[in-house]
């Protein structure tokens, strides 16, 4: 089972994966941190970002990217990873990727596993999740075995997705994902979500069967998960009286309780 932390506040939620990353980073300076986008990360960038740590040594690895977007549009995740985390954080910018930033998209599945690899794999994965269950761009039947690849976004996604856009035709059509089980390999998945809209998602995910129809349910194959969720996003979670009482009356064992 994952450790479901239940908050008033996306500000509240910012705080505590920010302790976590903290901790992580106290405890090696060079850690591997997998990077999300979206506006769920927000609050933890920026909990962190006002830490001002020394985070110049870094790693990171951005879980996706849009194909076909020009080099230096704004809304790419390279730019919106740059804007929001490498800047912020003073992270040095050579030390985070992205899919498919150093060569064509053929090959960025494969290289991006191996650069991954070679960096000792990520230490914390920083999760949100769509509205279709997707986490990283994997959308609805992705494999549970899947790595870094290209994938066709669905409809919905590119409809929630073009409020960063001018028009909703302007979202691409693709994107490179990390996949479901280059995620798994991280050492510790950590999933945020706000609001109503991703109750759902958020109950299948924890709660609902591991099964490639709502992709973030394969958190629930990993030993190391914590989820943290504003009440909103909890409403539909059946054991939350449970999750709530675990975390107000929690050891701190080093390994969670998965
Ligand atoms: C995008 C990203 C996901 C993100 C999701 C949710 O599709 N590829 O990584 O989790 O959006 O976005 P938001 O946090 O803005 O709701």
């Known amino acids: 089972m994952a450790e479901v932390v239940i908050v008033e506040t996306a500000d509240a939620a910012g705080e505590i994966v920010a302790d976590e990353i903290q901790r992580l980073l106290e405890a090696k300076p060079d850690a591997v941190l997998g990077l999300a986008t979206g506006s769920t990360p927000l609050t933890t960038w920026k909990a962190l970002a006002r830490r001002a740590l020394d985070l110049s040594a870094v790693r ?9 977007l020009e080099p230096g549009h704004p809304e790419s995740y390279r730019s919106v990873i740059t804007r929001e985390v490498v800047v912020p954080l003073g992270l040095n910018p050579d030390l985070v990727r992205v899919p498919a930033d150093r060569g064509p998209v053929e090959t960025a599945g494969e290289d991006y596993e191996r650069a991954i690899l070679e960096a000792g794999g990520v230490d914390l994965q920083i999760l949100g999740i769509g509205s279709t269950g997707h986490i990283g761009f994997n959308e609805p039947g992705s494999s549970l075995a899947s790595l870094t690849r290209v994938k066709t976004l669905t409809e919905r996604t590119r409809l929630d997705n073009a409020r960063y856009f001018s028009s909703p035709e302007e979202v691409p059509m ?38 490639a129809s709502l992709p973030g349910s394969a958190i629930q194959l990993h030993p190391r998960v914590t989820v ?4 909103a996003a909890a409403s539909s979670l059946r ?20």
């Open 239 to 258: 054991f939350a009286d449970y999750y709530r009482h675990a975390w107000n009356n929690r050891l701190r064992v080093s390994g969670g309780q998965a």
């Open 228 to 231: 943290v969720v504003d009440e």
């Open 174 to 211: 693709h994107c490179v994902t990390q996949g479901l089980g280059t995620i798994l390999r991280a050492g510790h998945l950590v999933l945020l979500a706000f609001g109503e809209g991703k109750a759902e998602a958020i109950a299948g995910a924890v709660e609902g069967p591991v099964t």
């Open 60 to 68: 990171g690895f951005a879980l996706d990217e849009y194909v076909g």
